[in-house]
C-alpha cells in the first residue's frame, strides 16, 4: 500500500545498505508528560521511516535502546506533530525515566520479541508443572519488564485456583525474592507482621508497631498503599508523618527507633510483586498461593526473620471458612519453614471492621485514642493490638512464653507506646499539611429496632472508597453501632464523611438501597469465628 | 494530600453540592491523535478537578458519556497542557469515533466498575462450567468495549486448553454469533471455505472463490489481513484490487458477480471475535475450542450455509498429528451441526508451503499463473484448489457426487476462472498503484547436494515477515526447490525479496544461522500425511 509507493527510494544495490539501516533506526528521545502508570508506552510519528518500513502494528512491542541501556514498550502510533515528529520516539514518564536518558538522546528501536518464558507460561496452561528454571525465567522477565499486562494475566490466571502445588508456591516464592533487592539488618531478630486483608478499620500494626519497638525489638514495618481497601497502613500513617522514606534514611530511624511506619513501594524489593499484584487487583482473581508468595516473597526481601500473619475469618472476610484459614496457614508454614523463615499464624475475628473508623483520618483517630488509653478507644482494635503484639514481642528469646500480652499492655498503659509513636513520627518526618476529617456529613439510620446481627465489611469499604478515600484522607464511615449493639429505629448506625460534593453523592446514592447492617435478635449474631 | 488542601473550599452545606457536582464532571471533548489500537484510551490531566475529586487511579478504567452514548476507557494521567488542559477530556482516535460526538462537546466522567461478568470468568477460572447466560454475558460485555485486555487474556487463558467442554464450544459460539450483526443472502446455498492456517503461500481461496463463482454457487469469501502470517488472503488480494468495501457495494457485487474475495475487518459481524484474536495472538495461546467458536461464529455470521473446512497436517503445520486433526474436525462437525451449518472438513497435506511464492506480489504471481493455465504454475497450488473447489461445487444439489473435481478442472482450463477473476477485480476496484516485487534480493544456497526432506513453515514465515511481509507487499520469499526435489551443493534453496534496506538486513541476518530446509537421501521424506 503505502510502503510500496516509496519502493522506488530504496536502494538498488543491497551493498551501501547495512549503513543506511542503521540512520534509518535512530530517532531523537522525547518525554511524553503521560502516566500510564505501570505499563511502558512508546509514541512514534505515523509518518515515522522506522515505523513505515518495519512494518510495527499499534499495541505491538518494541525494544528501545540507548547507551547499552534497553526497555520495553507497547507502541501507540501518533498523527500529531504536537506530541512527536517523525523524527522522535516518545515514551511515557515510567518509560522515560527507565531508560535514564535525556531528551534529545539517539534511541535505536526494534520490535520486541515475546519473551521467551511465555512458552513456559503456556506449558502452564496446558497444566504442567514448572521447574524453578522456569520460575525464575519468567519472575526476571516480569523484573525486566519484559512482560505486557496481558502476559501477566495469563500467567497469574494459569497459576490461579489450583494452578500451583505448594512445593510450586515455594519455588514461586524464592524465585520472586531472588528478582529483586534484599535488605539485610544484620540482626538476629527482625520481626514483622502481616494481615492478609479484608477487614475494614483494623489498624493494628500503628499500635503493634510502637508497642514491639518499645520493647526492644526490631519491626521495620513497611506497609502499602490501598489499592481495593479504603486506607492502607501507609495511607492512614501518612496523616501524621512521611512514608516515603530513602533507604539511608529509613536505616538510621530503624536502628534509632527499632521501628519505622512507612510505605513499602519505595524501595525495589520483590518488584515483580507489584506488578502481579497490578494486574491481580483489576482482574479481582486471587489463589492461596499467589497470596502466599507474594507475601513471603516481599516479607524476606524486607529483612524479617519472623512473621506473624493475621488472617481475619468471617462471613464477610476474605477467608470465610475456618477450613479455608486452616489450609492458607499450612501453605504460609510449608513454604515459611523452607525458607528459614520463623512464622506464626493467628486466626481473628473478621465478622465486623475492626475499631470504628474506616478512612485514614478516621483511623488515626482511633489509633491515637488506643495509644493515648483514651477511655473512648475502641475496645476490640485495642485488645486485638495487644494481642498480636504480645505474640511477637515473645519472638524475644528473653521473654517467657505467654508473658507477651502483659508486657504489650504495660507498655501501652504507662505511655511508652504513645512516646514511642510520637518518636517515630518524628523521625519519619511530621506530616506538615493539617488534615482534617470531611465535613460533608450524612448518617445512615436503622429503618427498625433491633439488635446489630451482622456487618458487612466489603459493603462499608465500598461506601468509604465512594466517599474518596483513601485519596481523600478525611472521608471515611465512621461506625456507630458494631455486632452485639442495640438500635432504636431511627438511631444512626454509621457517619459517612466526605470532602468534596462529587464523592458525598456518590456515597450517599450508593446506601440509600441498603445499609450493609443487619438487625435481629440478639441471640441471631453468629457465633464468633475464632477463639483468642 | 494535596486533596485534603482544598478542604476548605469544600461547600458547608451538602444541599448546595447536588449543583456543584454536575458542573465538576463535566469537561470538553478532545480527540487526541494517537492510535492505540483496540483499546480505548482517556487522557486526564492530573490537575483536571474530577481527576483530583474523584481518586481516580492511572490506568483505571472511567465511563465517559456524551448525548446518550458511553464508552469505557483506561485512564492515562497527562501533566502537559499541550496534550489537554484541565479542563478537557482527551480520548484516543478509537475511543472518539465510538463515541461519535465532536470535539468541544460537553462529556462527563466517573469510575467504571468492573464488567459484571467477569464474576461468570472467575468460577471459570475455579473450573465451573458456564452457562449460556453467562457467556451471552460475557461477549456482551466484550462487545462493548468493557472488557480490559487484561479481561480478555484472563478469560482466554480460564477457557483455553481443556477448559471448554464440546457443548460449551457449541454455547460460545452461539453467544459470539448473538452478539454482532449477521448477513442473509436470502438464498439456499451460501458457500464459505476456510483453512485454519499456519502454511505460508497457500493461497487457494483466490483460486477457488472464481472458479465456484464460475460454476453459480454463491461464494462471498471475506478474509482476514494477516496477524502473524506473512500474508492473508485480504493482503494478498489488495494487491490486485479493493478489498475494503462498504457493505451496500459488496452485497451488489457478490449478487452480480457469484463471489468476492474482500477483508472481513469492515463489516461489524462476529466483533468478540476479532477482539479476542487481538488478545490471543500476541499472547501465543490457542486452543481448539476457541479456535472452532470464533470460525464458525464469523463463517455464520457472514450468512455462509454450507463451509469447507481445510485442516493441514504436518510436522510443522498448526496441526501436527492425524489425530489431532481427527479431534478437531469432530469439535467442528459437532458445533457445526447443532448451528444448522452443513459443514465439510478437508484434511490436507501441510507438511510444506504450497505454491512457491510467500507474500503478496509472489502469491498474486503463484495464483495468477494457475488463472492463466501456466505451464510453470505450482501443481500443487493447482490441485489443491480444485480439489477444494470440487468439493465446494458438490455442495451444489444438482452436481451429481464425485464429480466436482472434473467441473472445477474444466472452468479452469476453459479460461472461465480467470475472466471470473478479473470480473471480480474490476467489480471491487482496481488497484491502481503498481505493486512490484521488492527489488533486494537475497538467495539461500545449499551448503550440500541431496535431495529435499523437510522444509520449516514456520521458518520460512518468519523469514518473509522479518523481509516486510505483508504490510511491505513486495516482500516475501520465493521458493526455488520443494520436497523431494534434488539440489547441488551451492544451488539456491529460496530467494528473499525485501523492498525496504532495514527489512532486507534483518531477514539476511535471520538466515545465517541455518536455512529452515533439511537436504538428505530421497527416500527419507516423510510421507504424505494425507491421502486425497
Given at each position: 500500500?503505502?510502503q510500496?509507493?516509496?519502493d522506488?527510494?530504496?536502494?538498488?544495490s543491497?551493498?551501501?545498505?547495512?549503513h543506511?539501516?542503521?540512520?534509518?533506526?535512530?530517532?531523537?528521545l522525547?518525554?511524553?508528560?503521560?502516566d500510564?502508570?505501570?505499563?511502558?508506552?512508546?509514541?512514534?510519528h505515523?509518518?515515522?521511516?522506522?515505523?513505515?518500513?518495519?512494518?510495527?502494528?499499534?499495541?505491538?512491542k518494541?525494544?528501545?535502546?540507548?547507551?547499552?541501556?534497553?526497555?520495553?514498550?507497547?507502541?501507540?502510533?501518533?498523527?500529531?506533530?504536537?506530541?512527536?515528529?517523525?523524527d522522535?520516539?516518545?515514551?511515557?514518564?515510567?518509560?522515560f525515566?527507565?531508560?535514564?536518558?535525556?531528551?534529545?538522546?539517539?534511541?535505536?528501536?526494534?520490535?520486541?520479541?515475546?519473551?521467551a518464558?511465555?512458552?513456559?507460561v503456556?506449558r502452564?496452561?496446558?497444566?504442567?508443572?514448572?521447574?524453578?528454571d522456569?520460575y525464575?525465567?519468567?519472575?526476571?522477565?516480569?523484573?525486566?519488564?519484559?512482560?505486557?499486562k496481558?502476559?501477566?494475566?495469563?500467567?497469574?490466571?494459569?497459576?490461579g485456583?489450583?494452578?500451583?502445588?505448594r512445593?510450586e508456591v515455594?519455588?514461586?516464592?524464592?524465585?520472586?525474592?531472588?528478582?529483586?533487592?534484599?535488605?539485610?539488618w544484620?540482626e538476629?531478630?527482625?520481626?514483622?507482621?502481616?494481615?492478609?486483608?479484608?477487614?475494614?478499620?483494623?489498624?493494628?500494626s500503628m499500635?503493634?508497631?510502637?508497642?514491639?519497638?518499645?520493647?526492644?525489638?526490631?519491626?521495620?514495618?513497611?506497609?502499602s498503599?490501598?489499592?481495593?481497601?479504603?486506607?492502607?497502613?501507609?495511607?492512614?500513617?501518612?496523616?501524621?508523618?512521611?512514608?516515603?522514606?530513602l533507604?539511608?534514611?529509613?536505616?538510621?530511624?530503624?536502628?534509632l527507633?527499632?521501628?519505622?511506619l512507612?510505605?513499602?513501594?519505595?524501595?525495589s524489593?520483590?518488584?515483580?510483586?507489584d506488578?502481579?499484584?497490578?494486574?491481580e487487583?483489576?482482574?479481582?482473581?486471587?489463589?492461596?498461593?499467589?497470596?502466599v508468595?507474594?507475601?513471603?516473597s516481599?516479607?524476606?526481601?524486607?529483612?524479617?526473620?519472623?512473621?506473624?500473619?493475621?488472617?481475619p475469618?468471617?462471613?464477610t472476610?476474605?477467608?470465610?471458612?475456618?477450613?479455608?484459614?486452616?489450609?492458607?496457614r499450612?501453605?504460609?508454614?510449608?513454604?515459611?519453614?523452607?525458607?528459614?523463615?520463623?512464622?506464626e499464624?493467628?486466626?481473628t475475628?473478621?465478622?465486623?471492621?475492626?475499631?470504628?473508623?474506616?478512612?485514614?483520618?478516621?483511623?488515626?483517630r482511633?489509633?491515637?485514642?488506643?495509644?493515648?488509653n483514651d477511655?473512648?478507644?475502641?475496645?476490640d482494635?485495642?485488645e486485638?493490638?495487644?494481642?498480636?503484639?504480645?505474640?511477637?514481642?515473645e519472638?524475644?528469646?528473653?521473654?517467657?512464653?505467654?508473658q507477651?500480652?502483659?508486657?504489650?499492655?504495660e507498655?501501652?498503659?504507662?505511655?511508652?507506646?504513645?512516646?514511642?509513636?510520637?518518636?517515630i513520627?518524628?523521625?519519619?518526618?511530621?506530616?506538615?499539611?493539617?488534615?482534617?476529617l470531611?465535613?460533608?456529613t450524612?448518617e445512615v439510620?436503622?429503618?427498625?429496632?433491633?439488635?446489630?446481627t451482622?456487618?458487612?465489611?466489603?459493603?462499608?469499604?465500598?461506601i468509604?472508597?465512594?466517599?474518596g478515600?483513601?485519596i481523600?484522607?478525611?472521608?471515611g464511615?465512621d461506625?456507630?453501632?458494631?455486632?452485639?449493639?442495640?438500635?432504636?429505629?431511627?438511631?444512626?448506625l454509621?457517619?459517612?464523611?466526605?470532602?468534596f460534593?462529587?464523592?458525598?453523592?456518590?456515597?450517599?446514592?450508593?446506601?440509600?438501597?441498603?445499609?450493609?447492617?443487619?438487625?435481629?435478635?440478639?441471640?441471631?449474631?453468629?457465633r464468633?469465628?475464632?477463639?483468642?
Amino acid at each position: 500500500m503505502t510502503q510500496a509507493a516509496s519502493d522506488s527510494e530504496a536502494p538498488a544495490s543491497p551493498v551501501s545498505d547495512f549503513h543506511d539501516q542503521h540512520v534509518g533506526h535512530r530517532l531523537k528521545l522525547r518525554r511524553i508528560a503521560i502516566d500510564t502508570y505501570r505499563e511502558n508506552v512508546a509514541y512514534l510519528h505515523r509518518e515515522c521511516s522506522v515505523y513505515r518500513a518495519e512494518g510495527f502494528q499499534a499495541l505491538a512491542k518494541i525494544v528501545v535502546s540507548c547507551n547499552g541501556e534497553r526497555i520495553e514498550a507497547v507502541l501507540n502510533v501518533v498523527d500529531d506533530d504536537k506530541i512527536v515528529t517523525p523524527d522522535e520516539l516518545g515514551l511515557s514518564e515510567q518509560a522515560f525515566s527507565q531508560l535514564c536518558a535525556d531528551e534529545g538522546h539517539d534511541v535505536r528501536v526494534a520490535q520486541a520479541e515475546p519473551p521467551a518464558s511465555m512458552d513456559a507460561v503456556r506449558r502452564k496452561i496446558g497444566g504442567e508443572r514448572l521447574s524453578y528454571d522456569d520460575y525464575i525465567a519468567i519472575t526476571r522477565d516480569i523484573a525486566d519488564r519484559r512482560y505486557s499486562k496481558m502476559e501477566m494475566a495469563a500467567f497469574l490466571v494459569a497459576t490461579g485456583q489450583n494452578g500451583l502445588d505448594r512445593d510450586e508456591v515455594l519455588l514461586l516464592t524464592k524465585s520472586m525474592l531472588a528478582t529483586g533487592n534484599r535488605i539485610d539488618w544484620n540482626e538476629p531478630l527482625v520481626a514483622d507482621k502481616h494481615c492478609i486483608g479484608g477487614i475494614p478499620g483494623n489498624r493494628t500494626s500503628m499500635l503493634v508497631v510502637p508497642i514491639v519497638a518499645a520493647h526492644g525489638t526490631l519491626i521495620p514495618k513497611t506497609s502499602s498503599r490501598a489499592i481495593t481497601s479504603p486506607a492502607g497502613t501507609a495511607d492512614t500513617m501518612e496523616v501524621l508523618a512521611r512514608v516515603d522514606l530513602l533507604p539511608e534514611t529509613l536505616d538510621k530511624l530503624v536502628r534509632l527507633e527499632r521501628g519505622c511506619l512507612v510505605w513499602g513501594g519505595t524501595t525495589s524489593l520483590a518488584p515483580v510483586d507489584d506488578m502481579l499484584i497490578s494486574v491481580e487487583r483489576p482482574l479481582g482473581i486471587d489463589s492461596q498461593g499467589q497470596m502466599v508468595a507474594s507475601i513471603l516473597s516481599k516479607k524476606l526481601a524486607a529483612g524479617a526473620t519472623h512473621l506473624l500473619l493475621d488472617i481475619p475469618v468471617g462471613p464477610t472476610a476474605k477467608v470465610r471458612h475456618m477450613r479455608d484459614a486452616m489450609q492458607l496457614r499450612k501453605l504460609f508454614e510449608y513454604v515459611g519453614d523452607r525458607l528459614g523463615l520463623y512464622l506464626e499464624v493467628m486466626i481473628t475475628d473478621g465478622r465486623q471492621p475492626v475499631g470504628l473508623g474506616i478512612g485514614p483520618v478516621l483511623e488515626v483517630r482511633d489509633v491515637m485514642r488506643v495509644l493515648e488509653n483514651d477511655p473512648g478507644a475502641p475496645t476490640d482494635l485495642r485488645e486485638k493490638s495487644l494481642r498480636l503484639a504480645g505474640r511477637i514481642i515473645e519472638f524475644d528469646p528473653d521473654v517467657r512464653g505467654g508473658q507477651g500480652y502483659a508486657i504489650a499492655r504495660e507498655i501501652l498503659e504507662s505511655g511508652r507506646a504513645l512516646e514511642k509513636m510520637n518518636r517515630i513520627v518524628m523521625a519519619q518526618g511530621v506530616q506538615e499539611q493539617k488534615i482534617e476529617l470531611g465535613k460533608l456529613t450524612y448518617e445512615v439510620c436503622a429503618e427498625r429496632a433491633g439488635s446489630v446481627t451482622h456487618i458487612d465489611n466489603f459493603f462499608l469499604a465500598r461506601i468509604a472508597r465512594l466517599a474518596g478515600a483513601p485519596i481523600s484522607k478525611g472521608a471515611g464511615v465512621d461506625l456507630l453501632k458494631k455486632l452485639g449493639d442495640k438500635v432504636e429505629q431511627g438511631e444512626a448506625l454509621y457517619r459517612i464523611h466526605a470532602e468534596f460534593p462529587s464523592n458525598y453523592d456518590f456515597a450517599c446514592d450508593f446506601v440509600r438501597q441498603r445499609t450493609g447492617y443487619e438487625l435481629g435478635e440478639f441471640d441471631k449474631i453468629p457465633r464468633g469465628y475464632v477463639e483468642f
